[in-house]
């Protein structure tokens, strides 16, 4: 049974980092692409996109967060993580780890709630 457990996330004053974790159990298959989304707080408040690793080890990160976070992987631990500095209070997100397996399908995370708050 494929697992995603996420890690890292808590309350951090405006300016501060934080580091998110997302580690893969439960199968062998190739993973193709992982990704951060997340949800703010709100009626109407969709998931959206943060940033995605590929496989080949291509990046792709939101406008929002381009120049503060960071998504990286690493393969022998089966763990994605996203450093996030420069935190701003629209930051504030339960965030979440999504992973595409190949020929199994999308499964994501439970979510990690980042709070920036002073």
């Known amino acids: 049974q494929v697992q995603l457990v996420e890690s890292g996330g808590g309350l951090v004053q405006p300016g501060g980092s934080l580091r998110l974790s997302c580690a893969v159990s439960?199968?062998?298959?190739?993973?193709?692409?992982r990704g951060w989304y997340r949800q703010a707080p709100g009626p109407g408040k969709e998931r959206e996109l943060v940033?995605?690793?590929?496989?080949?080890?291509?990046?792709n990160h939101a406008d929002a967060v381009k120049g503060r976070f960071t998504i990286s992987r690493d393969n022998a631990k089966n763990t994605v993580y996203l450093q996030m500095n420069s935190l701003k209070p629209e930051d504030t997100a339960v965030y979440y780890c999504?992973?595409?397996?190949?020929?199994?399908?999308?499964?994501w995370g439970q979510g990690t709630q980042v709070t920036v708050s002073s």
């Open positions: 940033a995605t690793v590929t496989s080949g080890g291509s990046t």
């Open positions: 439960g199968t062998s298959c190739r993973i193709n692409t």
């Open positions: 999504k992973v595409d397996i190949a020929a199994i399908g999308q499964y």
